[in-house]
């Protein structure tokens, strides 16, 4: 049973920072791609960041230098640190995996993900 549940939103205005967490059961965590999704009302769902099982990471333009994903390979736990948020952050945040290969895992597109998490709303606001 491949599980993932994430956890840290709420809501926060302009400025603020919020940290989310992702517990991962079901996978082999330790040698799988992982990233960060979101998607709000009306747009697709987007990467936002992506990470290698040893760190190396990937952000999307928008939130470079504001957010920061990281991992905790023996807690099978993944982090999105989010600092400096906008309104245009607001969206439901998803974690997910990866199958197979990483090959293209930097690509951020959300049909390469094998397994997803139920999501945890961000809302920012002024």
């Known amino acids: 049973q491949v599980h993932l549940v994430e956890s840290g939103g709420g809501s926060v205005q302009v400025g603020g920072s919020l940290k989310l967490s992702c517990a991962v059961a079901?996978?082999?965590?330790?040698?799988?791609?992982m990233g960060w999704f979101r998607q709000s009302p009306g747009k697709e769902r987007e990467g936002v960041a992506v990470i290698w099982p040893g760190g190396t990471s990937f952000y999307a333009a928008s939130v470079k230098d504001r957010f920061t994903i990281s991992r905790d390979n023996p807690k099978n736990a993944l982090f999105l640190q989010m600092n400096n948020l906008k309104p245009d952050d607001t969206a439901m945040y998803y974690c997910?995996?990866?199958?197979?290969?990483?090959?293209?895992?930097?690509?951020?597109?959300?049909?390469?993900?094998?397994?997803w998490g139920q999501g945890t709303q961000v809302t920012v606001s002024s």
């Open positions: 079901g996978l082999p965590y330790s040698s799988t791609c």
């Open positions: 997910a995996a990866t199958g197979g290969s990483c090959d293209g895992w930097h690509r951020m597109n959300p049909a390469d993900a094998r397994a």
